[in-house]
């Protein structure tokens, strides 16, 4: 290219030294000239990348934000530069301008960390925080109660920035060491959702009466929400397992939830392994446990949009509805503890309720991931559940980091 600027320009300089000024010529090398640099000028655009191409997984990047966390369960805003995060023995830490703040907002003192999956788990801000600043968690705890001595207890208290107010129970339920959901989440609705598994009490997932094995729909001082499937009973669906993700996805604010298959623990159905679930919460809905799993059908029970054999052990879940990252706009990510990566359910467009196709995101690898936001700025903060007793720790874990572009 260049050497044919080369040749015109000598082609000008030449015509015009030789000739006093040929008008003709003239005319011919500019339009030349000008013709030769447009299309010079377009062979660049083509060739140039853009600036930002975040379809490909190496325009983002996973980078840490704040360590020493010790099983940090759930991650959740109340601003656009502050989050909270539950750590599973107990604390409730603040990170602040990417900071980790040495004073726990608030601690629960009573609860079951050392012989199951139990302990502080599920956080949630009011839909008003902006003006009342209040934060729900959800816990499990030595109550002396039940067939298992536990209980879970939902809370509230106001968030003072540095400290919090007093705690007050939202909810008590009965509860066990281990399969006890608590992951909390307010719907479009403003209701508050509770996920709670079966609390080693499996039959009980089918009983309407008891809140083990439910999604729960609960106003925000406990009481069963206005229009539940059945008037005065907290319960919204019921059949699960171990439901530990819950989110609404964009567009259509239809729940999704994310459910841990069986895992050995007994003879028949408890006897199997694998049949991670995620499912489309209808109201009233029975997602089948413990009289089907898998893909296995049964008339009246709903089968998962999505089945993961062998297990992934999912934690949270989120629906990324952000501009940031554009490629992950509509996808479900879940946060899988066993499979150590972050899985993506990517829907149909004409038909949100189904799932198109499935994948893992590239580039993530923390080792166990318990949860999964969307961050106010657009990109997504996950947590790494290493210290949880079945993971493997590194030098800084647990950690919490920003998947962000690069
Ligand atoms: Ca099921």
New binding site residues.
């Given amino acids: 290219m260049a050497r044919i600027i080369r040749r015109i320009r000598n082609l000008f300089y030449e015509r015009t030294a030789r000739s006093s000024l040929q008008p003709k010529v003239l005319l011919v090398g500019v339009v030349l000239l000008v013709s030769v640099i447009t299309l010079l000028l377009i062979n660049i655009a083509k060739n140039d990348p853009p600036k930002r191409d975040i379809s490909e997984t190496e325009a983002y990047a996973v980078s840490p934000v704040v360590g020493g966390l010790d099983t940090p369960w759930s991650i959740a805003f109340t601003g656009p530069d502050r989050f909270l995060v539950s750590e599973r023995p107990g604390r409730i830490r603040v990170v602040e301008n990417g900071k980790l703040s040495d004073t726990s907002l608030t601690s629960v003192s009573t609860v079951e960390v050392n012989n199951g999956e139990g302990g502080l788990m599920g956080l949630a801000v009011d839909p008003d925080y902006a003006t009342n600043k209040l934060v729900y968690a959800c816990y499990t705890y030595n109550s002396g109660e039940g067939a298992n001595g536990v209980s879970a207890r939902i809370i509230k208290f106001t968030d003072n920035g540095t400290n919090a107010g007093t705690q007050q129970q939202v909810l008590k339920i009965p509860n066990s060491h281990w399969h006890s959901g608590c992951r909390l989440g307010f719907g479009p609705d403003k209701f508050l959702y509770v996920t709670n598994g079966d609390s080693s009490e499996p039959d009980k997932a089918q009983v309407d009466s008891s809140m083990s094995g439910k999604i729960l729909r609960i106003t925000t001082d406990g009481a069963a929400a206005p229009g539940n499937p059945v008037a005065g009973n907290p319960m919204y669906s019921k ?3 171990n439901p530990q993700g819950i989110a609404w996805q964009p567009g259509t604010n239809q729940l999704f939830s994310a ?1 841990h298959g069986p895992s050995n623990t007994g003879s028949g159905i408890l006897a199997r392994t694998g049949g991670d ?1 995620v ?1 489309r919460i209808v109201p009233g809905g029975n ?3 413990p009289l ?2 898998h893909n296995e059908t049964r008339a009246g ?1 709903i ?2 949009v999505a089945m993961y054999d062998p297990a992934i052990a999912p934690g949270g879940i989120m629906f990324y509805n952000g501009t940031l990252l554009p490629q992950f706009k509509g996808k479900l990510l879940v946060a899988a503890l066993g499979g150590k990566a972050l899985h993506m359910l990517t829907f149909k467009t004409d038909d949100p309720a189904t799932v198109a196709s499935r994948s893992t995101v590239s580039g993530v690898s923390i080792g166990r991931i318990r949860d999964v936001v969307q961050a106010p700025d657009g990109s997504i903060y996950i947590s790494s559940s290493n210290k949880d007793g079945r993971g493997t720790p590194t030098g800084n874990d647990d950690q919490v980091y920003r998947l962000a572009p690069r």
Avoid: A, K, L, Q
Wanted: proline letters at 7%; charged letters at 20%.
């Fill in positions: 059949g699960h397992r459910e679930e499912n997602y089948g446990w089907i799993s029970m089968n998962p």
